[in-house]
């Protein structure tokens, strides 16, 4: 069975707006920008510092 969590509903409707405004970023190419790449290794040494 799937591990769950529980947030507040206000919560979980930004994260979907979030994730939804990264999927139109990345459709309209910010994935090719330079700092795209640099952006994901911070995200990377924030989870290695948790």
Same mark, same amino acid.
């Given at each position: 069975?799937?591990?769950?969590v529980t947030i507040?509903?206000?919560d979980y409707e930004r994260l979907v707006? %979030?994730?939804?405004?990264? *999927?139109?970023l990345e459709a309209a *190419?910010? %994935?090719n920008?330079? *700092?795209y790449g640099y952006a994901w290794?911070?995200?990377d040494e924030?989870? %290695?510092a948790e």
């Open positions: 069975m799937e591990e769950t507040a509903k206000s707006k %979030d994730s939804e405004f990264l *999927g139109a *190419g910010v %994935d920008w330079v *700092g290794e911070l995200m924030e989870e %290695d």
